[in-house]
């Protein structure tokens, strides 16, 4: 039994240790600004969740996504079937960065190119976004988002 103690330890520390990455890479975005930006986009423009979106957001960003939150009350996702029916009526939107300006060490700015298509119908809209990351206290977050065109 003396001998089996080395092996046991080794796979606990290992179990452990791959537990805790998988723990800590799950429990938010990478602290780099265009990680938060690209989940601040996913998040806002492909889930269309403000309130998930305001989780890395601050400053102008944050004001503005609370303002819809409270305009919306829960409306946008009011649906008679609920999530289903909401996934089947969004439209189909897609976003890429097209240019990256780093303003200084702590401000960060992304552009990206958003397309917007209804389900139904051939209509088609393009957006350029213009968004703000800033670092305080250490950690970025999304500072302000506009329409750019």
Not at 68 to 78: C, M, Y
Not at 91 to 105: H, L, S
Not at 107 to 122: K, M, S, W
Request: glycine share 4%; charged share 30%; proline share 2%.
């Amino acid at each position: 039994m003396q001998r089996m103690r080395p092996i046991k330890s080794f796979w606990s520390a290992f179990i452990f240790a791959l537990t805790t990455v998988l723990v800590l890479s799950a429990c938010g975005v990478a602290n780099e600004p265009q990680k938060i930006s690209e989940a601040f986009c996913f998040r806002y423009f492909i889930k269309l969740d403000q309130a998930e979106a305001l989780e890395i957001a601050g400053g102008l960003a944050a004001d503005k996504l609370r303002k819809e939150i409270e305009l919306l009350k829960g409306a946008a996702r009011n649906f008679k079937d609920g999530e289903q029916e909401f996934h089947r009526a969004k439209p189909f939107i897609d976003y890429k960065m097209i240019q990256r300006t780093d303003q200084d060490a702590d401000h960060v700015l992304f552009l990206y190119h958003l397309t917007i298509e209804a389900r139904q119908g051939n209509e088609k809209m393009e957006r350029e976004i213009l968004l703000s990351t800033i670092r305080e206290n250490g950690r970025w977050q999304v500072n302000n988002y506009e329409d750019y065109r």
